[in-house]
Each structure stands twice: as C-alpha cells, then as structure tokens.
T-cell receptor
Framework: DTGVSQNPRHKITKRGQNVTFRCDPISEHNRLYWYRQTLGQGPEFLTY????????KSRLLSDRFSAERPKGSFSTLEIQRTEQGDSAMYLC??????????FGDGTRLSIL | AQSVAQPEDQVNVAEGNPLTVKCTYS??????LFWYVQYPNRGLQFLLKYITGDNLVKGSYGFEAEFNKSQTSFHLKKPSALVSDSALYFCAVRDFITNAGKSTFGDGTTLTVKP
C-alpha cells in the first residue's frame, strides 16, 4: 500500500492562469474523490469517480473546474482562469467501494 | 441533506487525562460515521468508523467513539491523552444507502494536549 499520491504539493500561479493537479490513488481502489479545504474549515466535497465514471459533482464545482479519470486509475483536476477564491488545499482520496477514504497530502494552490 | 457539527473549535487537556471531542450529525437515512485526524500540511488519516453494531467503536491509537442515535452524536474519546495526540480532528458523515460517495465533514476541532 503506497498510499494516495498528489502532485504537485504546492502550486503558485497568477490569477487567470490554468492549473492542473494529479492524483494517483491506491491501486486497487475503485473510487476516487476530490475535496477542497480552506483554512479553518473541513474538506468540502467537489466530485467523485467510480472507476472512470464521474458519478457526482458538487455545485461548488463551477464551469471552470473539470476532473477526469480516463482509465479508472489516476485523476486530474483542472482549474481554468484561476481566481483569488480558488486558493485552497485540494485533497484527493480513494476507497474500495464504501470503505473509509484514504487521503493524499494535498496540493496547496496559491493565487497571486 | 447531511451535515456535521463540531461545537468546539478547540479542546485543551492535560497529558494523562481523558479527552472528548464532540460531534453531532444530521442525515436522512442510516448514518455512516467517521473520525479523521490531520497533522499540519498533511492529508486526513482515518481513525475509526461506525456503520452498525456496538455503539462503542474502537479505532487507531487508542481512540474510541460512542454512537448515540437518540442524540445524533458520535463523540471521540480517549481514556488517557498523549502530547502526540495534539492535532486537528474531523468528524464526517455519509448516508450509508442513498449517498454512497459524498462524505460531509465538520469544520474540525483542534486538540491540544499539554504536558
């Protein structure tokens, strides 16, 4: 069990730029989740996949956000035309069906 | 809809004393409840879960939690706190049947254990 891996760990970008984050889940896990966490708050659900199918998207996920899991393995989260309010920690988690989620260490996004 | 409340932003205890971190939840169906711990600049680590069965569940690092259906609570407990338990703790809920994917987290409670 190598754990959930997220890259990069930190991303600093200028407002208006596009960014892409990658998540590699635990290999045998069929579910993959994305959350956003801001200071002083718990993780907020963004979206989740079962294998390659995106089954649920939060209303938090505006049109500027898109997530993919093309082969049911790794996933990418892209944010287009970044805004100041996008600054947060983006967490990825994976699980085997309804078992507890295993989290990566997150990607911290800072918008200048 | 589902929600979690952690009424205390901060809990302070002395090393060796028992600790309790409170959590109440709201869910339309059967609750699937979790506790996670987060250390600075790290992701969340799973501590314990409740689905069905005994109301007292035991988890990692000597932690346990008590499920109370009538009070819709799932408080985290440990009989004897360690300084190393100091961290940010999150309670989470999922509707076990209807909401298979989405977990809702509380805003966290910072536990500080003083020597």
């Amino acid at each position: 069990d190598t754990g959930v891996s997220q890259n990069p760990r930190h991303k600093i970008t200028k407002r208006g730029q596009n960014v892409t984050f990658r998540c590699d889940p635990i290999s045998e896990h069929n579910r993959l989740y994305w959350y956003r966490q801001t200071l002083g708050q718990g993780p907020e659900f963004l979206t989740y996949f079962q294998n390659e199918a995106q089954l649920e998207k939060s209303r938090l996920l505006s049109d500027r956000f898109s997530a993919e899991r093309p082969k049911g393995s790794f996933s990418t989260l892209e944010i287009q035309r970044t805004e100041q309010g996008d600054s947060a920690m983006y967490l990825c988690a994976s699980s085997d069906d309804s078992q507890p989620q295993h989290f990566g260490d997150g990607t911290r996004l800072s918008i200048l | 809809a589902q929600s979690v409340a952690q009424p205390e932003d901060q809990v302070n205890v002395a090393e060796g004393n028992p600790l309790t971190v409170k959590c109440t939840y709201s869910v339309s169906g059967n609750p699937y409840l979790f506790w996670y711990v987060q250390y600075p600049n790290r992701g969340l680590q799973f501590l314990l879960k409740y689905i069905t069965g005994d109301n007292l569940v035991k988890g990692s690092y000597g932690f346990e939690a008590e499920f109370n259906k009538s009070q819709t609570s799932f408080h985290l407990k440990k009989p004897s706190a360690l300084v190393s338990d100091s961290a940010l703790y999150f309670c989470a809920v999922r509707d076990f049947i209807t909401n298979a994917g989405k977990s809702t987290f509380g805003d966290g409670t910072t536990l500080t254990v003083k020597p």
